[in-house]
């Protein structure tokens, strides 16, 4: 719903603007439509083609009056504007009638219907684009109007593959109609432009070509001095940064937004809810970092404590067994060879039987490591085999 709802803002900015008719929505729709009830179809088929021009355009102005209204209504009109222009030509019409139908089916989410009657609205545009003229363009269409009529276009359909989920054929038609807004200079459609591809790239889980977008959404919203616009690539910066689990970041945006959006109650009550939402989000796995940081802290501290108090315990044994032994008859002191705790712990665990294996398992150290203390002590009490060994330490007190 999120994506749905922000894309169809981009749908309401992307409108043609020199090619756009009067919002009749606050106009008395009635009286239009008794004047167009008046054209009998034997009325019709004797109209001139001015008079046919003006019946053209009041069912057109009743189809955008009622494109919010009342979608069937609407779609009603579109069709009667197509019966008079489709059969003579008249591209420009026939892309205004094709692309509200298209809206009306986008807005009930039947996307395939939708995506003819875009198409069709296109092909309109192409012809007029190629030199197509009407009664009331008897010299063709400018640059200008042709652009505006992609533009809208291209938005339209950029959003039509989005929901329909054919990411890389929506970003196609969105670049198209980018490439018209930077052409004229357009820096508030091309920042509400750029800020649904990132929305779109972050619920594709694409943070790096979302952050690209919000970047060039906030360069075009600075440009055109959008305040309402740099507070929504806040808040997109600030989903942005909850995704990619830096929540101080985050926060900071959105607390930024937040204040705009508490000092603005009457702009968009939906855009703050959504924004408090997602600081509420940022806030829980705020919570969740930090509970998973002071358990691994608390972790360490316990893991520190018993690796203390374990020497503190084999010290103490190493000395009770020091003092409880004596050597034997017959071996000097200087015999005796001089161990490290180390060595004791691994010559004890060798006379109980351990293998290297075991001894490295046993004291966290590598098997390697323990053939070399073997070899150590082979040397140290000058004997040749482990069996020895054991017999000698004995001898000389540093074994029970």
Known sequence: MKRFLSLLLLAGIIMPSAAAYNDHRGHNLDSLERVVARWTPDALDKASDQELVQYNRACRDLMLGYNVLNG???????????????????????????????????????????????????????????????????????????????????????????????????????EKAGAIFEKYGWNESNSILHYNMGETWLDEGDVHKAKAEYDKAMAFADASGDSLMIVDVWKGYGRLYMEKGQTRKSLSYLRKADAYYAAHPDFAPNFRTENLDYMKEVLSRQKKQLGFLTGILTGLVLVAAGSIVKRKKDKKAATSRRSANAPAEGISPEEIPALTDREKEILDLLSKGYTSTNIAEALSLSPETIKWYRKKFLVKFDVSNVAELVLKARDCGVLE
């Open 72 to 174: 069937d209504k609407s779609f009603f009109y579109a069709r009667k504007a197509l019966s008079i222009s489709r059969p003579r030509g008249w591209y420009a019409a026939d892309s205004d009638a094709y692309r509200y139908i298209g809206q009306i089916y986008y807005g009930r989410e039947q996307y395939d219907s939708a995506r003819v009657y875009y198409l069709a609205s296109l092909a309109a545009v192409d012809a007029m684009a190629a030199g197509a003229t009407s009664p009331t363009n008897q010299e063709g269409y400018t640059e200008r109007e042709i652009d505006d009529y992609y533009s809208a276009l291209y938005g339209s359909i950029g959003n039509l593959y989005n929901m329909m989920d054919s990411i890389p054929q929506a970003m196609d038609y969105y």
